[in-house]
């Protein structure tokens, strides 16, 4: 048997389908050896498992090719969003304004008209926290929501904005015998553990679990420009992480955030400017996303036809000699 032709025929979408009828398990999918062995495929004579292998090799290449080239655009796309984000609540909308170095670490420059503080002396800083699972009456009745850790796998591209729900809610009298407290609607919340750093809006009144840092805005700052300036502090989260297994900002390092601060009525046109160009961004991004996944799909189509004879790679082999010349 042709190795080459093996690994095509083991990818291909017959096989992925009869190993999908012999899955077990709950939490960690699989399939056993002996369902493994019982997968049945159509093996041709050995020249024609090469000229198949062959024939992949050559075609499945170019779409590679491809497939690379529109995910370092993904790259190019996802590193001028950042960047974007990052000019705009740093340096502001007009670049020919007189600037003022800082003390924040990670910030150069700052307009001259604008003011550094610390972030808590504009939002007030609330921490979370999750009722005794061992007493069971704090999870009954549950109808308040509560953010936690399995909220933010949406929020990590850096798209989504607002939290309109939770996947898990806590009731009231959970709440009351924890240090868990109701938030306004509007409160930014930045994960702070295992995933760090990731940031949104909440869309309503929610409590959230100990694992985030939460900012009430007060009048001098509004939340999307806030929401903005988190997404700008990778490398000042970096910084502040410890922990090598599971990492973590720890709260008198939170207390200690300082945040660019211009006139509201300039946040409100920077967080405008930043929706208005982001969104251009995202629509060329789901562009090519969904351009890969035509060439992934066109991809596991042929290798399908191909190693199930729905292709006769004969006629294709001139072709394909000719190329590799």
């Not at 009456?137 to 798209?159: A, H, L, M």
């Not at 969104?279 to 996944?293: A, G, H």
Request: net charge negative; hydrophobic share 35%.
């Amino acid at each position: 048997m042709n190795e080459d032709w093996l690994i095509y025929a083991l990818r291909s979408e017959v096989f992925r389908q009869q190993m999908d009828l012999h899955t077990r398990g709950a939490t960690v999918q699989g399939v056993n050896l002996f369902d493994l062995r019982r997968g049945i495929l159509p093996i041709p004579p050995l020249e024609e498992q090469r000229a198949i292998a062959e024939f992949l090799d050559h075609h499945t290449a170019r779409t590679d090719a491809l497939v690379t080239k529109q995910k370092r655009l993904l790259n190019l796309f996802d590193e001028k969003r950042q960047s974007l984000i990052t000019q705009a609540v740093t340096t502001g909308l007009d670049s020919t304004v007189t600037t003022q170095s800082t003390e924040a670490q990670w910030l150069a420059e700052i307009p001259e008209h604008w003011d550094v503080v610390r972030t808590r002396f504009v939002a007030r800083l609330e921490s979370g926290h999750t009722p005794s699972r061992s007493n069971d009456e704090y999870w009954e009745d549950c109808n308040i929501p509560w953010v936690t850790t399995s909220d933010i796998k949406p929020f990590r591209e850096g798209q989504k904005i607002h939290l309109e729900d939770t996947e898990y809610k806590i009731s009231q009298l959970g709440l009351e015998n924890s240090g868990a407290r109701i938030l306004p609607e509007g409160t930014v919340f930045v994960s702070r553990t295992a995933s760090v750093g990731f940031s949104g809006i909440m869309a309503d009144k929610m409590a959230t679990s100990q694992d985030f840092a939460n900012w009430v805005c007060g009048d001098e700052i509004i939340p999307e420009y806030l929401l903005y300036v988190f997404r700008s502090m990778d490398q000042e989260f970096d910084r502040l992480m410890q922990g090598s297994t599971h990492q973590t900002i720890y709260m008198p390092d939170i207390r200690s955030f300082k945040t660019p601060l211009p006139p509201v009525e300039e946040q409100r046109e920077i967080v405008e400017h930043i929706q208005n160009e982001t969104e251009q961004l995202w629509n060329l991004i789901d562009n090519v996303e969904r351009s890969i996944d035509l060439l992934e799909e066109k991809r596991q189509a042929l290798i399908t036809a191909a190693v199930t004879g729905q292709i006769d790679v004969t006629e294709n082999r001139d072709e394909t000699h000719a190329t590799h010349r």
